[in-house]
């Protein structure tokens, strides 16, 4: 998109965002900046300490510093560009502004978010701002975010802020709720690509969360005076197989359409596959379509005859397994750096490893991706192949000696469940031959686990004490590069 207003508001109180923090909102209310209405002017009316104005305002400041105000984000995503409307601010408006954002795990309480424990990355330097304008900034960022600061040189008023970009949500938190989701919401990343006509209302309205509270909010469009029909192209927030639709036509009663088709097709969206046929619609009514056709997509086509409005569309359906990975990467390729070393680490407990793949990025696919976690591994070296030993526990054991998080130690019970249904007479012997791999090559057995039982470890383990050092440790590093493919498909997955 060439204009980054087209992507969805990720700060919008329609989507959940909200004003967390303020250091002075004298004049009026910091909760403003993210009201839905647009910013109107009252002449005469005051309060109590000046002039009413629709917006945040900080007072005169008389000492050297700035004021700022702290978002969270609706939606976490990778940020394309803010409006910081500065509507009726003519003599009180800041000179300058900057945006500064933050990825947090949870929920963060004001005085965290204010505190100087909180690292801020800068997103877009102190820029000019015109009074009483809509000033568009753009912002050139591949990171995912949660939390904004809004920051203002050297006080004043701003009415009004929007910050729009790409959502980007945990889909580990997300599918744990429900694996049944809606695939179009803007919430999990749904976005509109194209539309026939938007002359009275937006097709990104059709997307939103929660009821429609007029008219005004869904697709509306002009009235059709020749042949044809209107229609609207979503991309899906990720693949899957959608399972039933719901057409809401609330609020639009003299001017709804007269009947809906759906159309499904893949990510490159050139061929079209129907979805829902044709059929029929009521004023003011929410309709409920299974879909019974079991075909995965990643783009659907709304069609409404001839013309109209609609207040909302729901596409409830299944993400299949590589609409996960693809989103999974897309997750990835997004993290801040710490994040991304985290989450990398975790697969393999090597911190050169992680920190080098981490600087590959952004990777197109998922084959791009193992291929560079392929290339760092085997050039790593003994050093970095003998740290990621370290974070594996002992074959039959729980915890490993360097080290495991919740999510390393959780995949290393998976690995080895076939192992721990062993009797307590083979896991006996293979605490012994751990010991005595140990003792001889100075590192713990390691073994790609998955579907293999404890016979079959030990029976590994003990051929494999026939090995020379050198010939050992490259079996060992090549067992590891499995175990780390494994989980990189699990972390896409999520």
Request: contains cysteine; aromatic residues 8%; hydrophobic residues 40%.
């Amino acid at each position: 998109m060439s204009d980054f207003t087209e992507f969805v508001d990720l700060a919008s109180g329609r989507v959940g965002g909200r004003v967390i923090a303020a250091n002075d909102d004298f004049f009026a209310p910091k909760e403003n900046l993210l009201k839905l209405s647009k910013p109107v002017w009252i002449e005469d009316k005051y309060t109590d300490r000046g002039k009413w104005m629709d917006g945040w305002e900080t007072r005169r400041r008389r000492a050297p510093g700035f004021d700022w105000c702290i978002v969270q984000l609706g939606i976490p995503g990778i940020l394309r560009g803010a409006v910081v409307d500065t509507s009726f601010f003519r003599g009180n408006y800041p000179e300058h502004c900057s945006l500064e954002a933050c990825a947090l795990e949870g929920e963060a309480n004001a005085d965290d978010l204010a505190s100087g424990s909180i690292r801020w990355t800068e997103i877009l330097p102190k820029s000019a701002l015109q009074g009483d304008a809509q000033n568009r900034l753009a912002i050139s960022d591949p990171h995912r975010y949660t939390h904004l600061r809004l920051s203002i040189f050297p006080d004043g008023g701003v009415a009004r802020l929007r910050v729009h970009g790409e959502a980007v949500p945990d889909w580990r938190r997300v599918l744990a709720e429900s694996p049944c989701i809606d695939l179009a919401s803007v919430v999990h990343g749904g976005r509109v690509l194209d539309a026939s006509d938007m002359f009275f209302s937006s097709p990104q309205n059709l997307l939103m969360p929660g009821q429609s509270s007029h008219m005004g909010d869904g697709w509306e469009t002009k009235r059709r005076r020749g042949p044809g029909h209107d229609w609207v192209v979503i991309q899906l927030g990720i693949e899957g197989v959608v399972r039933q639709a719901e057409v809401d036509t609330s609020h639009f009663k003299g001017n709804f359409p007269a009947s809906c088709s759906l159309e499904a097709a893949d990510s490159a969206g050139l061929q079209w596959g129907e979805m829902l046929p044709r059929t029929a619609l009521d004023a003011d009514s929410l309709h409920r379509f299974e879909i019974s056709t079991g075909t995965a997509a990643s783009r659907v086509r709304f069609n409404i005859y001839p013309d109209g409005g609609v207040a909302r569309l729901r596409l409830y359906g299944v993400p299949t397994r590589e609409g996960k990975i693809g989103a999974g990467l897309k997750w990835l390729n997004a993290l801040a750096d710490g994040a991304a070393r985290k989450a990398l680490f975790e697969c393999c407990g090597a911190t050169a490893w992680a920190q080098a793949v981490t600087e590959r990025r952004p990777f197109n696919d998922p084959a791009q991706l193992f291929a560079a976690s392929t290339e760092l591994w085997e050039s790593a070296g003994k050093d970095v192949w003998l740290e990621a030993f370290r974070h594996h526990p002992k074959i039959g054991e729980r915890k490993a000696a360097g080290g495991q998080s919740a999510e390393s130690q959780r995949w290393s019970e998976q690995e080895q469940r076939a192992a721990a249904k062993a009797a307590g007479s083979v896991l006996d012997e293979l605490a012994r031959a751990n010991q005595a791999y140990e003792d001889r090559f100075g590192y713990i057995f390691i073994v790609c686990a998955s579907g293999k039982s404890a016979d079959e470890m030990l029976a590994l383990l003990r051929a494999r004490m026939n090995n020379d050092p050198e010939t050992e440790l490259r079996v060992a590093a090549g067992e590891q590069a499995k175990i780390t493919r494994l989980r990189l498909e699990k972390m896409l997955e999520r």
